[in-house]
């Protein structure tokens, strides 16, 4: 039977759901293939598929889900990399809805293979990890055993020899315990009074214990206090994220915080507690964390899930160490009297033994003649050894009123010759036996001989002297005298012969002694003393004195003085004298024993004194006439404005030239009181111009005739104007400061003020402030500048003539400005035309054309910025500017 039915089209509507099959299509798709099925379907078609298409179809409809996503699975099964991505992807999701002890037995082999192989290859990379972990808990561990054991060192030392340090000592003994334990036990007092436990990332108060009898204030208040000091210190001061501050300390009561990964503890406690306590602390913590950890890492403010952790902390607040009574340790104090009071003795008197031996060491040491080279003392007795000279004192003798046992003294002593002076003038004494004329000394570490003494025994002295060990004291003879005939003789000679050299006038050339005779030759001037003469007094026997004098001329000022003064045999009038190895002539004396005097000063020897005459005055008329003559020069020549150019004195007259200043003083009237008779006098002056600032200064006012308001002066040759003056004198005086001479002083006038009437400086103003606009690229002004114009016209013939009437000239400068536009010299060409045309209408409208300038700035001199709105107009323009001459 052959079908008719037409082939099957699948519904075209998607399922509703992924995860279910389209119901309606199936149950269309079954109908059909029940309505169609042909057993003969597969033999009439040749070439087909041996599977029905509407099977197909239909399997598809029932597993074509199924079959796409094992298709899916088995490609991820074939490419490892997706496979691991994919696995990758829901590996955190798994691992987080795993139970802990599953997925951790699960994990622990893997983990523990890879850590250990990454361990031996690189051990750094697992130290670089744990270092920041466990470095923080070492320090604060090593830090906690630094403190503890300096707080049982402390109160080791505080109970050691106390009467409850004797107990101690015995319970530490009987329960093999430490020393230092068993004081921190019974010694330290404290009591924890509050437990806090927080929030580490919230700051939230989890806990809190308190003591009983404790008070504090809010408990959430002082979690949130604590907290932001803990975040203060870290942002302060840059502290890591696992650092903490575990100390706080306020009077008697101390904070310690122990920090755990999800909540902070923090304990406050009275007294001093042991470190002991941090231990314990942080075992709490941590069995707090054991038991409660995923409650205290999601906590949001809601302690109900923490209820077991309060009985934890109230193991902290029971923690307490009261004070014991400790009374006095009298027993002890008595012991330790017992024991102190013999030895303080002892060593007292030990003490005071050796002080009394160690001054008679340090009376010994400063003993001349005495060394002591080596001092010791040895079960009670004392040792001394050294050096001494046999003249130095007796040790032995020294112990008296030193309270020193001398049977307990061991003294060894080598004798030795000491250098000391005193030691050596008691020798020298002792061996020479010097007579009572001699008195042998110290002085300056010298021995010093002084007196008369024989011959003889000076030779003995000075052999002494020779044999002085070398380092010790000189033996100085020099002041003992020979005091024998022969000696006394020569000596008297020697005191004559000196005589003799220091007379003036006399040289000796040679002297000697022989035969008991003395012999002495040499000069002698005739002015000078006798040397017969001058052997009385001098105990020299004359008859044995032969002498042998040559005559000569000494150059010796004072016997010159004497020869002048006999030869010229000066006047009363004149003193001769000598002044610093000069012969000086003073007076006055005629002509003729002045030219005596002049030939005898050239006659004197060369290398002799000189003789001064020129302090002597010639008294004769015509000296006299001279004399006043060269006075009268001298006050001319000094006289500013007159020059002296020649003068001369001849047959009783005087003759004089030169130039002199109409303004200086009349050369004849300096004649009065001069004692120049004027007769004689015949003078020819010539008249100049002097530069002598007076008469500069005196020339100016007379030409200048400066007024009132300004005053001329001299300063530093500069003659200085000042004050106020109109501008017409000050023109003048320009001028007369262009003529000065060059080699003159110059004129200053910058000080000077221009003194303007107040109506001229008014109108000056108003002018001053006008100005004629253009229009762009315009010579002429519009229209509307005419009546400024006008009145500008009015007010310079207004101007011009007050100023006449002032005195003074007033001038007007007319100045063309444009604006930027264009090139520069177009710009500057036509302002000037401006100035020019303003200039033209000016003078149509009656201004003295003589009076009015002109210049052309350009764009050199805008009244505004070219980029402001209006600075192209405002620069088109003529300003006027006043100047008063």
């Avoid at 059909?32 to 040749?46: S, T």
């Avoid at 942002?235 to 101390?254: H, V, Y």
């Avoid at 014991?324 to 002892?346: D, M, N, R």
Wanted: some cysteine.
């Amino acid at each position: 039977m052959t079908s008719t039915v037409d082939p099957i089209s699948l519904p075209q509507r998607a399922a509703s759901n992924d995860t279910e099959i389209d119901r309606e299509a199936l149950a269309n798709l079954l109908v059909e293939i029940a309505r169609n099925v042909d057993p003969d379907y597969r033999a009439r078609f040749h070439g087909v598929p041996t599977v029905d298409p509407r099977m197909e179809t239909l399997r598809q409809l029932l597993v074509g889900r199924e079959i796409s996503e094992l298709s899916r699975v088995s490609h991820l099964l074939d490419e490892p990399e997706q496979l691991a991505s994919a696995v990758g992807g829901v590996l955190p999701s798994a691992a987080a809805r795993a139970p802990h002890a599953q997925l951790g037995e699960a994990l622990a082999p893997a983990v523990e293979r890879a850590v250990q192989r990454s361990i031996q290859k690189s051990p750094r990379t697992l130290t670089d990890i744990l270092y920041p972990v466990f470095l923080p808990a070492i320090r604060k561990s090593i830090g906690e055993k630094i403190d503890q054991t300096f707080q049982s060192l402390n109160e080791t030392l505080r109970h050691i020899f106390t009467w409850h340090g004797l107990k101690w000592r015995f319970e530490a003994w009987r329960t093999g315990a430490s020393f230092s334990e068993v004081v921190l036990k019974h010694s330290l007092v404290y009591r924890v009074e509050h437990v806090f436990l927080i929030n580490r990332n919230s700051g939230l108060l989890i806990a809190h214990v308190t003591a009983d009898n404790a008070t504090s204030e809010d408990p959430q208040l002082i979690s949130s206090m604590l907290s932001a000091i803990q975040d203060f210190v870290k942002d302060s001061f840059n502290e890591k994220e696992q650092s903490g501050l575990d100390t706080i300390r306020f009077g008697e009561l101390r904070l310690w915080s122990e920090v755990g990964p999800f909540a902070t503890l923090v304990a406050v406690i009275r007294g001093n507690p042991p470190e002991e306590l941090h231990e314990i602390f942080r075992d709490v913590l941590l069995r707090i964390h054991d038991e409660c950890s995923q409650a205290l890492e999601q906590f949001d403010g809601d302690s109900s899930q923490l209820a077991g952790v309060e009985t934890l902390l109230q193991t902290c607040v029971e923690l307490k160490q009261e004070d014991s009574k400790q009374g006095f340790p009298w027993l002890v104090v008595a012991a330790v009297l017992l024991v102190l009071i013999p030895a303080g003795g002892w060593f007292l008197l030990s003490w005071q033994s050796g002080q009394r031996w160690q001054a008679y060491v340090s009376r010994l040491s400063t003993q001349p003649g005495i060394i002591v080279a080596e001092q010791k003392v040895r079960d009670g007795q004392f040792y001394i050894a050294g050096l001494r000279d046999p003249l130095a004192a007796d040790p032995l003798s020294l112990l008296s009123g030193t309270e020193v046992d001398p049977a307990r003294v061991h003294s060894q002593w080598q004798f030795y010759q000491s250098l000391e002076p005193e030691f050596v003038l008691k020798r020298l004494t002792a061996s020479l036996a010097p007579p009572d004329s001699v008195r042998l000394s110290i002085i300056n570490d010298r021995i010093v001989a002084e007196g008369e003494a024989p011959d003889t025994w000076i030779d003995r002295a000075r052999a002494a002297a020779r044999q002085l060990s070398a380092g010790g004291p000189v033996f100085d003879i020099s002041r003992v005298r020979d005091v024998s005939p022969e000696a006394r003789a020569a000596e008297h000679w020697q005191a004559y012969v000196s005589r003799l050299e220091n007379q003036p006038g006399i040289i000796v050339a040679d002297q000697k002694v022989r035969d008991g005779q003395f012999y002495i030759a040499g000069l002698r001037d005739p002015l000078a003393a006798d040397p017969q003469a001058l052997l009385s007094g001098t105990q020299i026997d004359p008859a044995r004195v032969h002498s042998q004098w040559q005559f000569y001329q000494s150059l010796d000022p004072k016997f010159v003085l004497k020869r002048l003064t006999a030869s010229l045999t000066p006047p009363k009038s004149v003193r001769l004298s000598i002044v610093e190895d000069r012969i000086v002539a003073e007076g006055e004396a005629p002509d003729t024993w002045i030219d005596r005097a002049r030939v005898a000063a050239r006659q004197l020897s060369a290398g002799g004194p000189i003789f001064d005459i020129s302090k002597v005055r010639d008294v004769s008329p015509e000296a006299r006439a001279a004399e006043h003559w060269q006075t009268y020069v001298s006050r001319l020549e000094a006289q500013p404005g007159i020059i002296v150019a020649q003068q001369t004195a001849r047959g009783g007259h005087f003759y004089i030239s030169g130039l002199r200043d109409p303004q200086a003083a009349d050369p004849q009237a300096l004649l009065s009181g001069t004692g120049v008779d004027p007769a004689r006098v015949h003078s020819q002056w010539q008249f100049y111009q002097s530069l002598d600032p007076k008469f500069v200064l005196k020339r100016l006012v007379a030409s200048l005739t400066p007024p009132k308001s300004v005053r001329l002066m001299t300063i530093q040759d500069r003659i200085v104007a000042v004050g106020e003056a109109p501008a017409a004198w000050i023109n003048r005086a320009r001028v007369a400061s262009q003529q000065l001479s060059a080699d003159g002083l110059s004129l200053d006038i910058s000080e000077l003020r221009e003194s303007t009437p107040q109506e001229l400086t008014h109108l000056r103003d108003a002018i001053q402030a006008v100005d004629i606009f253009f229009d762009s690229g315009k010579a002429v002004p519009g229209p509307e500048q005419l009546p400024v114009l006008d009145k500008l016209a009015n007010q310079l013939k207004e101007l011009a003539k007050d100023a006449r009437e002032a005195g003074v000239t007033a001038q007007f400068m007319l100045t063309g400005h444009s604006d930027a536009t264009g090139r520069e010299t177009a710009n500057v060409s036509i302002s000037a035309a401006r100035a020019e045309t303003v200039r033209a209408l000016l003078k149509k409208r009656g201004v003295d054309p003589e009076l009015l300038l002109v210049r052309g700035a350009g764009t050199f001199e805008p009244a505004e910025a070219e980029n402001s709105r209006t600075g192209s107009s405002a620069n088109r323009r003529v300003s006027v500017t006043v100047n008063f001459h």
